[in-house]
């Protein structure tokens, strides 16, 4: 079956360390992938995707991901995390054919201490 | 450029009782999709609609209802509401509807609907 695992549900950093979520798929070929990120109370707002081509993509708020075919991975990346990064993150697939059917990951809880 | 509106924000109902949710897509785009989110369950598929037709459902059982307007708003329905109806209903929508699945979603804010 097709699924999206986060394995880590909540993650503590300190301001200006780096960041890595982690998130794998299964599926039998290339999805398209995504990573959103939801503020309490607010909807999700889309960071970055993969469709095809460089396998590192750049996104908002110094954001970026690396596709990782070999591992059927898609893990978010930042240099720095900042206080106001503290939000919940999303990994999300659209699976070939399945239009705007997005299966979404359990979700990482980002916490940021000063 | 507005974004995705949700309304209501926010909603009470009772058990038994029905709801219609409403979302006006980002102007110019065709395909709306609607997610539920739940504590228990993360973040669902409940169905997508692309020129008034509904193209893709999720596993939700038939009191989920939906539709879509000529001019792209949508609406949800749940009927014979429950308690475990209860969660962040989001809309999304998209400037096309590729089957590809190669979209990008801009989501609304979300409408919370709690059933006592």
């Known amino acids: 079956a097709q699924s999206v695992t986060q394995p880590d549900i909540h993650i503590t950093v300190s301001e200006g360390a780096s960041l890595e979520l982690r998130c794998n798929y299964s599926y039998g070929a290339t999805p398209y992938l995504f990573w959103y990120v939801q503020s309490p109370g607010q909807g999700l707002q889309l960071l970055l995707k993969y469709f095809s081509g460089d396998t590192l993509v750049q996104g908002i708020k110094g954001f970026e991901a690396e596709f990782k075919r070999s591992q059927s991975s898609f893990n978010l990346r930042k240099p720095s995390v900042h206080w106001s990064d503290a939000a919940e993150y999303f990994c999300a697939v659209a699976f070939t054919g399945g239009g705007n059917k997005l299966t979404f990951g359990t979700g990482t809880q980002l916490k940021v201490e000063l | 450029k507005a974004g995705v509106t949700q309304t209501p924000r926010y909603l009470i109902k009772t058990r038994g009782q029905q709801v219609t949710l409403s979302c006006s897509p980002i102007s110019g785009h065709r395909s709306v999709s609607w997610y539920q989110q739940t504590p228990g369950q993360g973040l669902q598929f409940l169905f997508e609609?692309?020129?008034?037709?509904?193209?893709n459902k999720g596993n939700f059982p038939g009191r989920f209802s939906g539709r879509q307007f000529s001019n792209s708003r949508s609406e949800m329905n749940v009927s014979t509401l429950e308690l475990g109806d209860s969660a962040l209903y989001l809309c999304a929508s998209s400037l096309s509807g590729q089957r590809s699945g190669a979209n990008v979603l801009t989501f609304g804010a979300g409408s919370r609907l709690t059933v006592l």
């Open positions: 609609y692309f020129s008034e037709t509904q193209r």
